[in-house]
């Protein structure tokens, strides 16, 4: 329930200034900075008219009953909307729920999937293992294809076209408008994971009809909530996307919302200084003789670099190191083992730095995951001059 007189203007306030403001309803009236947050099963109507008529109308944010949301979640969904540039948004428990939502709401028996092969491992899982079982057909493709590729591979019953870019791990930037405009041509709904652009990517603009979040990584942004989030551009989408995750039960906790609400606000800030830090530690490494490649779209002369450029406004604190294919897998964990400053561990987004040795864990049926052991890096926000020199130590213990 945003306060109208003091909303911030999308078009007159920079994002920091949005995300500061947003969703802060009755400041000047209550004087407290936050929104509170709203705990319930049980909401209580008027009177059983008004009930009846709420219920008619119990997908689009008519409270009737606590799975369907409450303010908390509203207010988060408002965040997200206006971090990506949609009208309306529908949280959920986890980023994966928030895969599985918008895939399962417009795919149906007959229907064919395309996926980009550098897919987020779960996501590839439900694809591969849960939806054939209601016969629901994935082909995957190479994340660097081209729209006449994507031509070639389409076929009467292809329905959705997803999109994950950079691609989890291997950091492919895929040509998203290139590829809508295949997907737009045939009538198909195309739907992106863009937690790695969240907002310097804007996936409306961009001919995208739904943007997956998971929330978990920057909005919450210390690594201690999961919740995921699908955003669309107008109210036809929104109601099936509304429609199915209300029907499959899908629910996030109040308590969640209000610790990314409160994540929010320092994201800019966070999401830049990380940002910068990480493109100053991959140029730092560019340069070590042990590192064959750096994968951040953000540095010049990386892979995807320049759709990058095109597309984005901004970068992202993950990244990926490619090492010299002498390095065994016995080498590489002791480099990771070595690092004093690193957590060892998935997820990212958080305040802190963590490494994730990725070979060996990599599906990939269409492409070749890496030309050698490899390492996903996430720069949190610690002093990029200790952040090096402890790179630099574990680095110094590797074999010459
Ligand atoms: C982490 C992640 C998800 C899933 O989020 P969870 O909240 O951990 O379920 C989805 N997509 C990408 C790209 C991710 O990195």
Redesign the pocket.
Known sequence: MPDDAHAPDPKKHGFATRMSHAARPHIRALGFVNPPVYRGSTVTAQSCEMRRENAKNRFNRVMTYGTQGGPTHYALEDVVAEIEGGTHCTIT???????AVPLLAWLKSGDRCLMPDS??G??RNLAENVMPNWGIETTFYDPCIDAEGLEALWTPNTRVLYL?SPG?HTFEVQDVPALNTVAKRHGAISMI?N??GIHSFQPFAHGCDVS??????YVGGHSDI???SVTVASEAHHLIVRGHASSMGHYASPDDCWLALRGVRTMPVRLKHQADSSLKVAAWLAQRPEILEVRHPALPGAPGHEIWKRDFDGGCS?FGIVFQPRYSEADIFAFVDGLKLFGIG????GYECLALPTNGMLVRRVTEPMPGQAVRLHIGLEEVADIIADLEQSLGNLPA
Request: aromatic share 10%; net charge negative.
């Open positions: 428990g986890t980023g994966l729920a928030a895969v897919v987020y779960p996501a994950e989890s994971d937690t790695w997956i979040q998971a929330l978990t990584k999961l919740l995921g993950l998935a997820s990212w987004g």
